[in-house]
């Protein structure tokens, strides 16, 4: 619909009264059920909401007035929500922007300790392994026995 016509709609319907105005709604949506061209606006959930509580309302028989009154009330609600919604994803997404940058830090700096060489070890063995055999074949010297005559292997010697 060009905007020029739905101007001259809307100055129309501002001489209306609600009880009048509901009936060209009804109208409206009837004849957007038959001869609509395009799909409808997408509404949010909040708005979908409101307009189903407005249509009870009315079907129950509501006075036009009371319904009006209700609906810019539940309206002023709505928009408060929508605000309490738009600052809950602000916070969502700045508190995941963090994460993301805390993530990268760790992992950049897993990735230093990865590949930086552990010092005071020797290069062959890893550090903490057992000795190895001297340089003449012979094993180590076993370590002493407990104190109490104990074996290593926990029998009495």
């Known amino acids: 619909?060009?905007?020029?016509l739905r101007d001259r709609i809307l100055r129309k319907l501002d001489t209306l009264s609600d009880e009048r105005g509901y009936q060209v709604l009804d109208y409206v949506d009837f004849l957007e059920s038959k001869y609509a061209e395009k799909?409808?606006?997408p509404v949010s959930l909040l708005q979908r909401f409101s307009e189903?509580?407005?249509?009870?309302l009315r079907v129950g028989g509501v006075a036009a007035g009371t319904v009006a009154e209700t609906m810019g009330l539940l309206n002023k609600a709505v928009g408060v929500l929508g605000g309490v919604?738009?600052?809950?994803?602000?916070?969502a997404s700045d508190v995941a922007s963090v994460g993301m940058a805390v993530a990268g830090e760790v992992g950049s700096t897993a990735q230093r300790i990865m590949t930086t060489p552990a010092s005071g070890a020797?290069?062959?063995?890893?550090?903490?392994?057992a000795p190895s055999a001297?340089?003449?074949?012979t094993p180590p010297t076993p370590p002493a026995a407990p104190p109490g005559?104990?074996?290593?292997?926990?029998?009495?010697?």
Not at 85 to 91: C, E, Q
Not at 122 to 129: E, L, V
Not at 134 to 137: H, T
């Open 134 to 137: 001297s340089a003449s074949g």
């Open 122 to 129: 020797s290069a062959g063995a890893p550090a903490g392994a």
């Open 1 to 4: 619909m060009n905007v020029s």
């Open 39 to 41: 799909a409808p606006t």
């Open 149 to 157: 005559g104990a074996t290593p292997t926990g029998g009495a010697a």
């Open 52 to 56: 189903g509580v407005e249509d009870r």
């Open 85 to 91: 919604a738009a600052a809950g994803m602000s916070v």
